[in-house]
């Protein structure tokens, strides 16, 4: 093993840099991609005349971050998290101005293009957590994640709540009213950018590499086999992938069709926008709190709260009336408590069994899995919606978690195994 060429007082300084700037990117990123959301969803719906269309919105957002994750995870190797984290944010801005063209020609392909492009702003909003965990502490490894998980609080709860001011602001631009959310996305994702590629100094990633290896030596670009290939003999990093990708699946499935479902009985962008926030102060508000219960209780043990937390969820989000905005509230708040812990705990399992300079790769193919199932589950939401009803969506929902929970019972999957 070679010596460190980082002094610890270096390291220590580049973390808390790192935190701040990559947590003000959250926030920014959060504003943008939260109001994002509902309104993607709604315009598809209203555009294509269809419900089963709102499911296929937030289905091409998925899939633009699923797309996009091993490239953005090739950047990060070669030129470091800043450039990468950058780029997405970037995307996903032009992203936003494509909806807003989409909106105004009334074409459902240029909204889901565009959505396409957001969603690579959600790559960015993903990987980002791993960025926080480069310098940090084994021991401090969840809590640093969770911190830049919370910064989104903020945001993802604004954004969702500026559905009626920017709705007006898209008005007064003479734009269609839904085109709004996107002209505050282009403002906050082009800011995001801008911040992380200024400030993100020194680099979290290259630093570390530095740290461990001693050197600064171009190193290979990330492939999805190197990922793989990195996942062999470590069934507690595979467990995590899995976690992750499920517990999103779900949250996607029920979280993507409940505006439509609250529309359906004309139910207010206002209130609409209200259960969202709470949703996703569910997702984000505690992170902080579950990120030490990772630290302090372990991984598998806040896999199967999560998992338990959904359940629950599923179950109070389908006996619930589209009008009933408080046990929607309460079911879609506890939707994101559950998302919170499988991401966080799922996460950390991953990046504790692979080593630091193989780590971009796994965590590129992490994103791109769970990206995928949320493509998918977005995709059926719409579909079994428009086929049956909410309801069954949510009992639908209910399946992968089953499966999870099977699979985590699994004594072979909780082994530790010896790291590279």
């Known amino acids: 093993m070679t010596t460190a060429t980082v002094a610890p007082t270096m390291v220590e300084g580049a973390q808390r840099n790192a935190l701040r700037v990559l947590s003000t990117g959250s926030v920014l990123g959060g504003i943008a991609v939260a109001g994002a959301i509902p309104a993607g969803s709604l315009l598809a719906a209203a555009i294509a005349d269809s419900e089963g269309a709102a499911g296929f919105a937030q289905t ?15 950047i990060a190797l070669s030129h470091g998290r800043r450039a990468a984290l950058a780029t997405g944010y970037g995307i996903g801005a032009v992203g936003a101005v494509v909806v807003i063209l989409g909106a105004v020609q009334r074409s459902l392909p240029l909204i889901l293009i565009g959505c396409v492009m957001v969603g690579v702003a959600s790559a960015s909003g993903y990987q980002a957590r791993y960025a926080a965990t480069d310098l940090a502490h084994d021991d401090h490894r969840a809590r640093a994640l969770s911190l830049v998980v919370w910064a989104g609080t903020i945001g993802a709860v604004l954004g969702p709540n500026l559905l009626d001011a920017s709705g007006a602001l898209g008005l007064a631009l003479g734009l269609p009213q839904l085109a709004g959310p996107y002209v505050v996305c282009v403002v906050a994702l082009g800011l995001a950018a801008l911040v992380l590629y200024v400030f993100l ?11 461990r290896r001693g050197t600064t030596e171009e190193k290979p670009k990330p492939r999805l086999r190197d990922g793989i290939g990195h996942l062999s003999g470590r069934p507690r990093a595979v467990l995590g992938i899995g976690v992750i990708a499920i517990g999103h699946v779900v949250m996607v499935m029920v979280m993507v069709m409940t505006p439509v479902h609250m529309a ?38 806040v896999v199967v709260m999560g998992i ?10 389908g006996i619930a009336p589209g009008d009933d905005v408080i046990l ?21 399992l991953v990046t504790d069994e692979v080593a630091a300079p193989d780590r971009p790769s796994v965590q590129g193919l992490s994103d791109v899995v769970m990206n995928a199932a949320g493509a998918v589950g977005g995709a059926l939401a719409g579909l079994i919606v428009l086929a049956s009803s909410y309801s069954v969506l949510c009992a639908a929902a209910l399946l992968p978690l089953i499966g999870l929970g099977i699979w985590v019972a699994v004594p072979s999957s909780r082994r530790i195994s010896a790291r590279s």
């Open 60 to 74: 091409a957002g998925v899939l633009g971050a699923a797309l996009l994750a091993l490239p953005l995870a090739r």
């Open 201 to 211: 100094r020194p680099d979290p990633y290259l630093m570390s590499v530095e740290q």
């Open 328 to 348: 929607l509230g309460v079911g879609l708040f506890l939707l994101g408590l559950g998302w919170s812990c499988t991401l966080i705990a799922g996460s950390t």
């Open 308 to 317: 338990g937390i959904l359940a629950v969820a599923c179950v109070l989000a």
């Open 264 to 301: 359906h009985v004309d139910v207010s962008l206002r209130l609409i926008g209200l259960v969202i926030s709470v949703h996703v102060a569910g997702m984000y508000a505690l992170s902080p709190l579950v990120g030490w219960t990772v630290d302090r209780v372990g991984r598998v043990a």
